[in-house]
């Protein structure tokens, strides 16, 4: 089946630990995103990538790194700098056209939990 | 003030009532989503819409781009219709923008 998987569906960690948040996609997308999710707020983005060995800085980057050394692979760090890390976070994907709106297709979402 | 303003936030309904879930934004766009989620937390792209009007089984979704606003209706609603609906507009700034702007989201319950 085409589609984004995430994993894992939760997670905890303790303060301090860098965690990495993974995200793959068998859909042949050229564009990736992640965004964080919080409770009565829309999501925000935090990195995009429209190609391999690119990514760009989303609207909340601090604290947060991520890769794109494979297209299909777009793995998420949140690092000991993010200040507040518990969160719901997705990953999306879609086709890469210029000028062109795109629908993004959503992974299930890691839960995220911050001791 | 949010670019992306849904109404209601929260919405509870009878089975098989007509339901309207509003969208407003504030910037020009090239295209607007209309986002389900469910209580595990995944998406799941409804619609993706630029003009007039797209249905899909019994839902329906409407734009308005003079007035900046979209609807989404669900006609015979059904408790399983039961999630968050979420908006989002991608600006039309041009360039390679893949942003979306995404909306708070609509609750919708709808009882047996």
């Known amino acids: 089946d085409g589609g984004i998987t995430q994993s894992p569906k939760y997670l905890f960690r303790k303060e301090g630990q860098n965690v990495t948040l993974s995200c793959e996609q068998n859909?042949?997308?050229?564009?990736m995103y992640w965004y964080r999710q919080d409770p009565g707020q829309g999501l925000r983005l935090i990195y995009y990538?429209?190609?391999?060995?690119?990514?760009q800085k989303g609207d909340i980057a601090e604290g947060y790194s991520v890769s794109r050394e494979k297209k299909e692979s777009f793995p998420l760090t949140v690092t000991s700098a993010q200040k507040n890390p518990t969160a719901f976070y997705l990953c999306?994907?879609?086709?890469?056209?210029?000028?062109?709106?795109?629908?993004?297709?959503f992974g299930p979402g890691t839960r995220l939990t911050v001791l | 003030k949010n670019e992306v303003e849904q109404s209601p936030q929260n919405l509870t309904a009878q089975e098989g009532e007509f339901i309207t879930i509003n969208c407003s934004y504030s910037v020009g766009i090239s295209a607007l989503h209309w986002l389900q989620q469910h209580p595990g937390g995944g998406i799941v792209s409804l619609f993706m819409?630029?003009?007039g009007k797209k249905k899909h089984g019994r839902l329906i979704a409407t734009i308005n781009i003079q007035e900046k606003h979209s609807s989404l209706h669900i006609t015979a609603s059904h408790p399983r219709d039961s999630a968050v609906y979420i908006c989002a507009v991608r600006s039309d700034s041009g360039g390679s923008n893949y942003k979306l702007t995404f909306g708070k989201g609509t609750l919708l319950t709808v009882n047996p």
């Open positions: 999306a994907s879609s086709q890469a056209s210029s000028g062109g709106a795109n629908e993004q297709f």
């Open positions: 859909l042949n997308h050229d564009a």
């Open positions: 990538s429209h190609i391999v060995n690119d990514f």
């Open positions: 819409l630029s003009s």
